[in-house]
């Protein structure tokens, strides 16, 4: 089992930037890969960028690519995602997530096995 924790998220204005953390503990070498989700209300949760556990492949919805940079710290078992030029349709719970049963890397929520609590971002206009 791994858990993840993430942190990082509020309250900013359209054009600004956050940087949000997502922390892992527990049975970490079974991870192949972290992704970062949003979910907006009343809609569904999509995926946002997602990086291999040893950080050389990264992908990114073409919503946030040129805006959003996800990177990893494996000395600390953590996860970033940094989001820049921020939009207010980029308001959201985000989500990270693993993936320990698939290797490669992957936009499909279903791939994703262990889920963070969320953290909220909201970006005003």
Request: aromatic share 10%.
């Amino acid at each position: 089992q791994v858990q993840l924790v993430e942190s990082g998220g509020g309250l900013v204005q359209a054009g600004g930037s956050l940087r949000l953390s997502c922390e892992a503990s527990g049975r970490t070498f079974s991870i192949f890969g972290m992704g970062w989700f949003r979910q907006a209300p009343g809609k569904d949760r999509e995926f946002v960028a997602a990086i291999t556990w040893s950080g050389g492949t990264t992908r990114y919805a073409d919503s946030v690519k040129g805006r959003f940079i996800i990177s990893r710290d494996s000395a600390k078992n953590t996860v970033y995602l940094q989001m820049n030029s921020l939009k207010p349709e980029d308001t959201a719970v985000y989500y990270c997530a693993d993936r320990r049963r698939v290797r490669v890397i992957s936009t499909s929520r279903g791939d994703y096995d262990d889920w963070g609590q969320g953290t909220q971002v909201n970006v005003s206009s």
